[in-house]
């Protein structure tokens, strides 16, 4: 009988006939769902609403009738509730319970509620500070809440420190800088053979919008021999230092790597595993890439060096060496306190029309391609590599930059699918094999540009 009354409409006539009338039909509700369904749908208070039956409903043992009733007492605005609040915000055993108070209080926008927000801040969960901030951040200008705020700069968790950078530290961009979609003509469809490291000292700051490279292996190959793995990691640090540099705001690099193992030098000694992609990675947070995604490339298992043969034979535990079939392509982007949106908004609408992603795009993080085998280069990407990653992260008419352009995939998938594409090459042979395909014509404005540094 009760539940056939309890409608929507019901709750809203009644709320607004006064009277407390809600707070006695919850009297009649003790139980969670109800409570939580005419909380839910009270809607806007009416001026007149009286809320008296709130706060003994804050000792309710479920979070979510709790959460409802801080929602509610939060809509009243009414200061009197303030010290409510504030021993929910600091003392509830729910996180999502104490944010809503918090949250409360902060619409209140009163000079009673900033003291309690300013209590918040030291609260050990960093989302419980953030809210306090949001709710401060409407006395921004304030010098009492600005000197307190901006010290938060140096607090221990990176979200505070990432919302007070944004409101009080973010500088604001040359507006005379290159339009984000733009790029310089002297980086269209050019190939320069040279080390990319000197090569990308020329550059301007923010004129690439993607990357997607395959660094030299470390020592696997006669073009990556380095002194020291650490030199190779420091070798490569540099190069990502100069990539980030280089990089427009909010931009994407793809950097493809895999562990890779330098064999024994004879039976007495053991092969070793480099785990490149898991230790390039603190190197590049470091410097300000912001960790996107990883996306597993996976090849067939008949494509791959055997490893799993001697296992086979005697199954000894210890020694299981799987074949490898997986390399990383690990997603990173240029950090900035804007949103994706922000980035997108800078095409015009034709663009982002042409540039959307066909159907069959692949939608988990495992893709699985075949790797490519080519005469002169032993290590070439796959064209359908290239392609997903040049169409999923990057506009027609943007500059893709492949610092180890090697046969040069990179520069020729960009190419067909409308985008300009910048190469640097150190090997004479990779340089004069991209050259020799003979694939200048490029675009009808810009032809490949092939280059030595000097
Ligand atoms: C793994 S291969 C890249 C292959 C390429 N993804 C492709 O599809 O052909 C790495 C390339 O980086 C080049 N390289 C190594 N060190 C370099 C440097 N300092 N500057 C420019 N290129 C370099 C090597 O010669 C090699 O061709």
Redesign the pocket.
Known sequence: MLNQMLTKDYIRNLKNNGNGAIGHLVKEYQDSSSLIFILENLGQLPKSFDGSFLPELLLHKNSTVRFWVVKTIGKLGDEDFLPILKKVALNDSDTNVRREAVSSIGRMRTKKGQSVLLEVLQDHDPKIVCQAIRGLLVFKGDDKVDNILKPLLNHENEMVRSVIYKEYFANQKDKYQQPHSESYNYLKNVVVNA???EVMKLLKDESIHLTFT???YYNARD??IYPSYQSYLKFLEDVFAEVYRITKEGRFLILNTSPIIIPRISRAHSSKRYPIPFDIHPYLIEMGWEFIDDIVWMKPEASVKNRIGGFQQHRKPLAYKPNSVTEYLMVYRKSTEKLLDWNIHQYDWQTVQESKVPEGYETTNVWKIDPCFDKV?S???PVELCKRVIQYYSYKGDVVF?????????GKTAKSLGRFFFL????ET?FNYMKSKKSTKMFDTFETRFLILK
């Open positions: 080390d990319t490291l395959s660094p030299p073009y990556s280069h290590a070439v990407f492949d610092p180890f352009a090697g046969s040069g995939t990179v640097t090459e150190k090997d990779y």
